[in-house]
């Protein structure tokens, strides 16, 4: 069974740092890409960042230069640094990731989500 666990939410000031870490663990092969998406109250569930196994990594134009997406292959763990926080950034974060299960199959995995609220 795989799992996708996060960790690393809270309540942060406008112009605050957080950083959000996502772990992959079961049985499966490979993963092929990790991201980030998010989900404030009344809206849509959008993207925020991805990174491939390769490491290219691609952003929601709202969140480039101010958070940086990266991983650690070997440890099946993403990673997500979050700067210059505002509170347009207050929501739900979502770790998601692309696993080659045991039957051959590439599948996306949901993490349970961790909330990320930026206030004075």
């Known amino acids: 069974q795989v799992q996708l666990v996060e960790s690393g939410g809270g309540l942060v000031q406008p112009g605050g740092s957080l950083r959000l870490s996502c772990t992959a663990s079961?049985?499966?092969?490979?993963?092929?890409?990790m991201g980030w998406y998010r989900q404030a109250p009344g809206k849509q569930r959008e993207l925020v960042a991805l990174?491939?196994?390769?490491?290219?990594?691609n952003y929601v134009d709202s969140v480039k230069g101010r958070f940086t997406v990266s991983s650690n292959n070997a440890k099946n763990t993403v990673y997500l640094q979050m700067n210059s926080l505002d509170p347009e950034d207050t929501a739900v974060y979502y770790c998601?990731?692309?696993?080659?299960?045991?039957?051959?199959?590439?599948?996306?995995?949901w993490g349970q989500g961790t909330q990320v609220t930026v206030s004075s």
């Open positions: 998601n990731a692309e696993i080659l299960t045991l039957d051959n199959t590439w599948r996306p995995y």
């Open positions: 990174i491939s196994r390769a490491g290219v990594t």
């Open positions: 079961g049985s499966f092969f490979s993963i092929n890409a």
